[in-house]
């Protein structure tokens, strides 16, 4: 992404809409793919000191449900704000708290990947009234009944059964 007329007049703002093609990452122990391109839509703005990123990040990713373990398609919309600063001018502080860049380019791809995953959730689930998987035979809870007993308690337990609550 090319930055030359912003980055050398102060005041300047620029809009970049950008489509791409991002290959399956790892994350945990599941393999993320993307169902469709991500596409964002990136607002620069120099402020004189430093540029200004601001964008929103349009993607569906290909999940995996943690409950009744289905794929599913998992819609993106985020926005993200960093700041940007030219390399050689770098104070001390900026350096430690904006991106660096050293031409009139920016590589944005890595930081888009970073933040589609910030935004993941810890744990996929298809729906939030997903039933998952009987913990007995397996089945999928969401498409069958099974006819499996459940009434089987822990033994560690079985003690409290005898317990009553008396007004």
């Known amino acids: 992404m090319n930055i030359t007329r912003v980055r050398r007049a102060a005041g300047e703002t620029a809009q970049f809409d950008l489509e791409e093609d991002f290959p399956p990452f790892e994350f945990g122990s599941e ?13 620069v703005h120099n402020t004189g000191k430093l540029l200004l990123t601001q964008g929103m990040i349009v993607t569906e990713l290909k999940a995996v449900c943690g ?21 050689p001018s ?3 502080d900026q350096q430690e708290s904006a ?30 009234n997903c039933q998952g998987l009987c913990p007995l035979c397996g089945a999928n809870l969401n ?25």
């Not at 009139?104 to 888009?112: A, H, K, L, S, T």
């Not at 498409?143 to 007004?167: F, I, N």
Request: aromatic content about 10%; charged content about 30%.
């Open 31 to 43: 393999t993320i793919s993307f169902l469709s391109p991500v596409h964002v839509q990136l607002r």
């Open 67 to 87: 409950r009744c373990l289905e794929d599913f398609r998992y819609p993106m919309n985020l926005s993200f704000e960093d700041e940007w600063v030219y390399a």
């Open 90 to 92: 770098a104070t001390e």
């Open 99 to 128: 991106f660096l860049f050293e031409k009139d380019e920016f590589m944005i791809n890595e930081r888009i990947l970073e933040q589609i995953v910030l935004a993941l959730p810890m744990k996929f689930v298809c729906t939030p």
């Open 143 to 167: 498409r069958e009944k099974c006819r499996c007993v459940t009434s089987e308690v822990d033994p560690r337990l079985a003690g409290l059964a005898k317990l009553t609550l008396d007004d």
